[in-house]
């Protein structure tokens, strides 16, 4: 009589059962293995972008080019302006002419004026000497013109010539004469057929100024003459009634 298997025989087969397990679950990991060189062998889907391909800084780099082109526009018209004002600022002013006036000095006369020169005592050629050496280079706009003798005595001005001599006689002053105090001197004025005659009365040394009638007749002349005189030539005590200044 066959007796029962005890249940727990059949054991040992069902474990060698589960032995082959092991080695179907080491093919496990191989197919798994197999997987990603599967995965990295597929191509990427069209328009599929991983994050690896996306430029870095894309959103940037345009921010910055469109920054600098807006910049360029600007400065652009700004440069164009700038050197529009600094051209103008720079051009130099048209230069105008300048008009011609009645006090504008003719062209000067330099031939000889021809005079006479007396002789003078020493008192008087020193005194000559040092008004002559003081006389200005123009005389009321018009200029020296050299003397054909004694340049230590006589001067002479513009054209027809305004002329000076230092060391003339004195002369006579009537009762009713016609006197002119010019910068602190006294003119004896005399108009005759040549001109207006201009002589000093209260100077030591008489001095005469003889003015053309091709010039102005006045006693103006007079003027720069005077103050040369006063510099120079020492006055007299004794003056005619009519030299008072008033």
Request: with cysteine; net charge negative.
């Amino acid at each position: 009589m066959v007796g029962a298997q005890p249940e727990g025989a059949d054991s040992p087969p069902k474990a060698a059962d589960s032995a082959d397990s092991p080695s179907e679950a080491a093919d496990s990991p191989s197919e798994a293995a197999d997987s990603p060189s599967e995965a990295a062998d597929s191509p990427p889907e069209a328009g599929a972008i991983g994050p690896a391909d996306r430029p870095s800084g894309a959103g940037p780099d345009r921010t910055t080019r469109q920054a600098a082109i807006w910049a360029t526009v600007v400065a652009l018209p700004l440069t164009a302006l700038v050197a529009i004002l600094v051209f103008g600022q720079l051009s130099p002013d048209p230069v105008e002419k300048p008009a011609a006036t009645p006090t504008s000095a003719a062209p000067q006369v330099t031939t000889p004026v021809q005079m006479a020169a007396r002789e003078l005592a020493e008192r008087p050629a020193t005194v000559c000497r040092a008004l002559l050496s003081r006389m200005p280079a123009t005389l009321r706009d018009l200029g020296q013109r050299p003397v054909t003798a004694g340049p230590e005595q006589n001067a002479a001005y513009g054209d027809p010539a305004v002329t000076l001599a230092c060391g003339v006689d004195r002369p006579a002053v009537p009762a009713v004469a016609d006197l002119w105090m010019v910068n602190k001197v006294c003119w004896l004025t005399e108009h005759r057929d040549g001109g207006l005659v201009l002589t000093t009365v209260d100077r030591e040394v008489p001095v005469r100024l003889s003015v053309p009638a091709g010039q102005e007749q006045s006693v103006q002349w007079a003027a720069p003459v005077s103050e040369t005189l006063v510099a120079s030539v020492p006055s007299v005590p004794d003056v005619p009634t009519g030299c008072a200044e008033g």
